[in-house]
């Protein structure tokens, strides 16, 4: 096994989806997706739009240290997180950064509001939405399918010229005694 087969192999697993592909339950996987990034970009260039205000009212609220550079982090988390995501390219690592900018959210929240579901929704709405990608990845009609087939035809056609490779090695060996 050469250096490259276990790296391909993780990449393959990230960016691979988990279900069986079902194109009509796909394409609905692709809309879902698509949707939850577009929408999900304003809410980075609101945060950009005035990074002082957003970091007094929320980061400084729930008592994060250095504010308006967790508020950068935010904002810059959804403003390429979300695009990724919209088109399924590095999608399990933009859904986490996503997730986690909709916890804190949520956090804050439930701070300013407590369990207060009209409060609460619009980010419970996009954190299930990440999360499921989070686990499931960004399904079949996606760069990362493309991208994951393509490492695993990869990885096959290495792993078959491989058995030829030693038995040549094996036939040299042989031919020498």
Not at 41 to 59: M, R, T, W
Not at 78 to 90: D, M, N, Q, V, Y
Not at 111 to 132: D, R, T
Request: hydrophobic share 55%; with cysteine.
């Amino acid at each position: 096994m050469n250096t490259a087969q276990p790296l391909t192999s993780l990449a393959t697993a990230v960016l691979r989806p988990n279900l069986v592909p079902n194109y009509w339950s796909q394409a609905a996987w692709t809309v879902l997706r698509v949707v939850a990034g577009v929408v999900m970009i304003h809410n980075g260039l609101d945060k950009l739009a005035n990074i002082e205000s957003f970091a007094q009212a929320y980061v400084e609220v729930i008592g994060l240290p250095f504010p308006i550079f967790f508020s950068y982090v935010a904002a810059y988390t959804e403003l390429i997180g979300a695009p990724l995501l919209a088109l399924g390219f590095l999608t399990r690592p933009a859904a986490a950064g996503l997730f986690g900018t909709m916890l804190v959210a949520m956090y804050h929240h439930v701070l300013v509001a407590g369990l207060s579901i009209p409060y609460l929704e619009l980010s419970m709405l996009y954190s299930a939405c990440f999360l499921f990608f989070l686990v499931n990845g960004a399904g079949l009609f996606s760069i990362d399918a493309l991208l994951g087939g393509w490492l695993n035809a990869a990885t096959a056609n290495s792993s078959a010229a491989s058995p030829s490779s030693v038995s040549k090695t094996e036939e040299a060996k042989v031919s020498a005694k």
